[in-house]
């Protein structure tokens, strides 16, 4: 297929004892000008709720969004989710658990609010318990709001930076999509199940990293050579009939 990394091949079909984990943004969907503006096909919905049947529930959104950004964007479909690069996870009895945020978090969104005001194209994203800083529409301001975030990290304790595809967030360093996926597979109907994580980003790394050590399918879309993962697909265009695919006899 044009496009894809010829080091990984492409992705086995599903069996019914695999745990399915993808991510959004870059992965299931194509990136838009904001967050906003991303479009879910009608087609896709229709896709994961078969997929989920077929696997028991079994099947996860990962995302850097929140919970609520995340249903919208798919309703009525209403999944498990690991949201927020993790430090909000849904699991598959309904039941939602959310890392605090820290004291000085609002103080900081401030003071990234009147840093974006003054580069026009900039985008924050107050996350409540995260904050992310958008330079998709001002490549020109990336330095602005590396620097920004880089500084701001001292005044948040326990947070740590997770770069991404024209973003820098400030997040809880408690937790990431490994850990996410890792307390999912401990929960049903996860739990003893072989995992599968389709992801593109740098903040989809440790996702894959966890699956590997488990056994897994790792599945990087685009190309990009430092990354773990074990199999491609060249875009979120080729994720959907690749998922579209398993609910058509071609999985086990």
Avoid at 56 to 61: E, I, P, S, T, V
Avoid at 116 to 130: A, N
Avoid at 163 to 179: M, N, Q, R
Avoid at 220 to 235: F, I, K, N, Q, T
Wanted: aromatic share 4%; hydrophobic share 45%.
């Amino acid at each position: 297929m044009d496009g894809l990394d010829a080091t990984r091949p492409r992705p086995p079909a599903l069996h019914r004892d695999h745990a399915l984990f993808l991510d959004i943004d870059g992965s299931l969907v194509e990136f838009a000008s904001r967050p906003e503006c991303v479009v879910v096909p009608a087609a896709l919905r229709s896709t994961l709720s078969r997929l989920s049947g077929s696997l028991d529930g079994a099947l996860a959104l990962v995302s850097g969004r929140e919970v609520d950004a995340i249903d919208a964007l798919f309703a009525p479909l209403r999944l498990p989710v690991a949201a927020l690069h993790g430090h909000a996870l849904r699991t598959g009895d309904g039941v939602l658990r959310q890392t605090m945020p820290a004291a000085t978090m609002p103080a900081v969104v401030a003071d990234a609010a009147m840093l974006c005001r003054q580069h026009i194209g900039t985008l924050i994203e107050d996350k409540g318990v995260s904050i992310a800083l958008h330079w998709r529409n001002a490549p020109g301001a990336e330095r602005a709001l590396r620097a920004f975030a880089e500084d701001a990290l001292a005044r948040l304790p326990g947070y740590r930076l997770q770069p991404g595809h024209c973003v820098i967030e400030l997040v809880p360093a408690c937790a990431d999509k490994g850990s996410a996926i890792a307390s999912l597979l401990e929960e049903p109907p996860f739990r003893d199940r072989r995992p599968v994580f389709v992801g593109d980003d740098l903040t989809d790394e440790p996702g894959f990293r966890e699956v590997n050590a488990r056994g897994g399918i790792s599945v990087l879309v685009g190309m990009r050579e430092d990354s773990a993962a074990r199999h491609a697909l060249p875009d979120p265009a080729s994720v959907r009939d690749w998922l579209d695919s398993l609910t058509h006899g071609e999985s086990a």
